[in-house]
């Protein structure tokens, strides 16, 4: 069956410390894999996207590496605050006209100061 | 430039009643979704609309239509409520469905006793 996991269990930090969160996939074949950040009561904001042919992105402080072969995708924070404490979602396309994301449960991440 | 609105924020229904969700975005997308929200299960597409005039399944159909009433507003319908469809829903648009980023509405937070 498909398969989306991050890791249900949440991330402490502490402050100006990388962190480091896993997006593995299970019998999918995406295009594309982009990576959400979800506060608390609120609607999920895009943060990076990355398609098959590129192994690495970056924006500011953020960095997301994707990995085929593995089905993985690790998404950092260098650097990190406790601003950036959040639930990040993982979500790739779905079906093979790519019309449709596939989310991750999301991980929550905690940093302390 | 409001991005994307939902209306309303919390609604609470009892079992077989109807009521519909509304949403309007004002960036001139093409492309609008309906998700929703359950706590361990992550976001799930329920309906889409590629664009003006087009609607199609998502992966959580059942129970529910949609109406794609102009470029704008994308509504979601629940005609007979289920306990098993309280949730927290989430209206999405992008400017294309595909590798392109989705802005997310504020939620409605749905509760069916």
């Known amino acids: 069956s498909q398969k989306i996991e991050q890791n249900s269990e949440a991330l402490n930090i502490q402050e100006g410390k990388t962190a480091t969160l896993t997006c593995n996939y299970t019998n999918y074949s995406p295009a594309y894999l982009q990576w959400y950040r979800q506060d608390p009561g609120r609607g999920p904001v895009f943060l990076l996207l990355?398609?098959?042919?590129?192994k690495e992105k970056r924006k500011e402080r953020l960095k997301v590496t994707f990995d085929t072969t593995l089905k993985q995708s690790l998404f950092h924070i260098t650097a990190s605050q406790p601003a950036d404490s959040a639930t990040y979602l993982c979500?790739?396309?779905?079906?093979?006209?790519?019309?449709?994301?596939?989310f991750g449960g999301g991980t929550r991440l905690m940093v302390k100061p | 430039n409001a991005g994307v609105t939902q209306t309303p924020k919390f609604q609470v229904l009892k079992t077989g009643q109807s009521m519909t969700l509304q949403c309007a975005q004002d960036m001139n997308h093409n492309s609008m979704y309906w998700y929703r929200q359950d706590p361990g299960m992550g976001l799930r597409l329920i309906y889409y609309?590629?664009?003006?005039?087009?609607?199609d399944k998502g992966e959580v159909p059942n129970g529910y239509n949609v109406s794609r009433l102009n470029k704008r507003e994308f509504s979601l319908r629940l005609e007979s409520a289920a306990p098993s469809q309280t949730s927290v829903y989430f209206c999405?648009?992008?400017?294309?469905?595909?590798?392109?980023?989705?802005?997310f509405g504020p939620g409605t937070r749905l509760t069916v006793t």
């Open positions: 990355i398609r098959e042919n590129e």
């Open positions: 999405a648009s992008s400017s294309q469905t595909g590798a392109y980023e989705q802005y």
């Open positions: 979500a790739l396309d779905a079906d093979s006209a790519g019309n449709m994301l596939t």
């Open positions: 609309s590629a664009s003006e005039g087009t609607t």
